[in-house]
């Protein structure tokens, strides 16, 4: 018999996913919720898990083998179905449900479920914390308490996990433009350089410093300039891959990493950023205006072996770049 499925499935997994949360690595604040479960009531099985489109994942588990279950023999499908309460399975073996599940029928041989749903603040069922046993059990109406109480707290950690996640990327993320600022795109370098060292990969990074941004400040004011360089990042983000790195480092210098990329590559990435970058802009006033770009260009080998080396050898070319455009 196939399961039950939310009929606001569409939202339940809207709101299940911006949590970001499938698929990671084990967090002790969930394996600390799935501890006190199984001790809490003295079960071998303990979970906390998350019902994605098609399984039940387990961010936390103890006493099961499997990382997830097929949706369709997850006994917490049907837990998520009554967001308020908990559902309390005594004997799986003597409800109709669940008789003729695999998890009852073979090992494990599962006879006792108790699931309480983890419920967001949308009312959406996520998942639940759970617990099971090999035998039947009664339970009573203030276990069920503390099992709610457990999938509150479960909540919370996952909320706790969201904002955190949230003000780690505002500290990475440059205000204006909403590219990745300069301690991102260090963080970044920083990373690939370790991986070019082990791997010996080739990669290039662009050293972007706009022309005449200065005359845009001057002439139609800095309210003008924020709105250039909000259309030169969109630009500049149409041009780059998803797998590289762009970055605003402040004023009107931007850096891209390119993974994976020749310094042939970079140039001419560099010659379509030029021609994407010296369009005209219109601004919001009506008024039309325009700036340039230079570029300078490094790409990691053997004699650069330090982030700070191989920007330095980017920052060099670009003040030639500049030098030759008679820009200083």
């Known amino acids: ?21 499938l698929d990671t690595p084990p967090e002790v604040d969930f394996d600390a919720l799935t501890r006190v479960a199984a001790h809490t009531f003295d079960t071998p099985a303990a979970v906390v898990g998350l019902m994605d489109a098609g399984r ?3 961010k936390s588990r103890l006493g099961v083998d499997e990382p997830q279950l097929d949706r369709q023999i997850a006994f917490c499908a049907y837990a998520i179905m009554e967001p308020e309460k908990t559902l309390i399975v005594k004997d799986l073996k003597s409800d109709p449900r669940f008789e003729d599940n695999p998890l009852v029928t073979q090992p494990p041989n599962l006879r006792f479920y108790a699931g309480a749903p983890i419920v967001a603040r949308s009312g959406h069922a996520l998942g639940t914390i759970a617990i099971a046993d090999v035998k039947p059990r009664s339970f009573s109406n203030a276990q069920s308490g503390v ?4 999938s509150t707290l479960v ?17 990475m993320t440059d205000y204006l ?3 990745a600022n300069r301690a991102e795109f260090d963080r970044t370098l920083e990373a690939e350089m370790a991986h070019a060292t082990r791997t010996a990969e080739t990669f290039s990074v662009l050293y972007l410093d706009l022309d005449g941004f200065k005359l845009v400040n001057d002439g139609f004011g800095h309210a003008a300039g924020d ?4 259309e030169v990042a969109r630009r500049l983000s149409q041009q780059v891959r998803a797998e590289d790195e762009l970055a605003r480092f402040g004023g009107d210098e931007f850096g891209v990493i390119l993974r994976d990329a020749s310094q042939d590559s970079a140039h001419k990435l560099a010659e379509r950023i030029a021609e994407a970058v010296s369009e005209p802009i219109m601004l919001s006033s009506g008024e039309m205006t325009a700036v340039g770009v230079s570029a300078g260009i490094a790409t990691y080998a053997d004699a650069i ?13 670009l003040y030639q770049a500049k030098h030759l455009k008679g820009i200083r």
């Open 1 to 21: 018999m196939a399961c039950p499925i939310p009929e606001n499935e569409a939202q339940r997994l809207e709101a299940l996913r911006s949590y970001e949360i």
């Open 56 to 58: 039940l994942w387990f």
């Open 147 to 150: 099992l709610r109480d457990l």
């Open 155 to 171: 909540m919370t950690a996952l909320e706790s996990r969201r904002r955190a996640m949230q003000l780690a990327r505002l500290a």
């Open 177 to 179: 433009t909403g590219l």
């Open 227 to 230: 709105e250039v360089l909000c």
């Open 305 to 317: 072996d330090t982030a700070t080396a191989l920007l330095a050898e980017a920052d060099r070319d």
